[in-house]
């Protein structure tokens, strides 16, 4: 099993450039999470999804939108890329059910640098 | 007040030394705590999982839960180099179907051979 995977590793944009960040899991997990990890802030949820089909914003959606493609996939999109957004991104899942269903499997993560 | 407080460190240490990571909470609907290990240029790994108060021990870490304090802590014993990497603590409070998992920020370890 490969777990999570997320891809690029790492990206560079310009300000305004557009770009997707494509994660992917094969544990048959029914939630997906995306999360930035920036200096001293800790991990921040962006957006999740608690099964196939919904998504909801988490604590900083802004400038980003998501897609639940099918159970595997689950990718974040930064329209309009911002130097604010310069930033760790982590995808994870979780099965979401039984006694360690809350336990989130995070993938390698990508480096996003804006310039 | 945030809901999660943790020790913002760095914490440096000699090799063998016990090692006490900390982590105060002030939702008392928190119901599981989670311990994450990560090292560096990886993602986070689950280390330790409890919902009770007490102790949980797992060769060199021991979970420590007292929820009438809201506090939690690991302890790491005979600390190893390879023990070196950013410890976060994460709590979870569940409300029927949904549930809401809250990280620490998380305090970097840095065992000295």
């Known amino acids: 099993n490969a777990g999570v995977t997320q891809t690029p590793k790492f990206q560079v944009l310009k300000t305004g450039q557009s770009m997707t960040l494509q994660c992917a899991q094969d544990?048959?997990?029914?939630?997906m999470y995306w999360y930035r990890q920036d200096p001293g802030m800790g991990l921040r949820l962006i957006y999740y999804s608690a099964s196939e089909g919904t998504t909801d914003k988490g604590e900083v959606p802004n400038g980003y939108n998501v897609s639940r493609l099918n159970k595997r996939e689950f990718s974040l999109r930064l329209e309009s890329a911002a130097p604010s957004q310069t930033s760790v991104y982590f995808c994870?899942?979780?099965?979401?059910?039984?006694?360690?269903?809350?336990?989130?499997?995070f993938g390698p993560g990508t480096r996003l640098t804006v310039t | 007040q945030k809901e999660v407080e943790q020790d913002p460190g760095p914490l440096s240490v000699p090799e063998g030394a016990i090692v006490s990571l900390n982590c105060t909470y002030s939702n008392s609907a928190f119901q599981y705590f989670m311990w994450y290990r990560q090292y560096s240029r990886k993602g986070p790994e689950l280390l330790m999982y409890t919902y009770s108060s007490g102790n949980k021990e797992d060769g060199r870490f021991t979970a420590q839960v007292d929820k009438s304090s809201k506090y939690i802590s690991l302890f790491i014993r005979d600390s190893q180099p390879s023990d070196s990497a950013t410890y976060l603590c994460?709590?979870?409070?569940?409300?029927?179907?949904?549930?809401?998992?809250?990280f620490g920020k998380g305090i970097t370890l840095s065992v000295r051979p």
């Open positions: 994870a899942s979780t099965a979401g059910t039984g006694w360690k269903g809350y336990e989130q499997y």
């Open positions: 994460a709590m979870i409070e569940t409300t029927g179907a949904n549930s809401k998992l809250t």
């Open positions: 544990m048959n997990h029914n939630s």
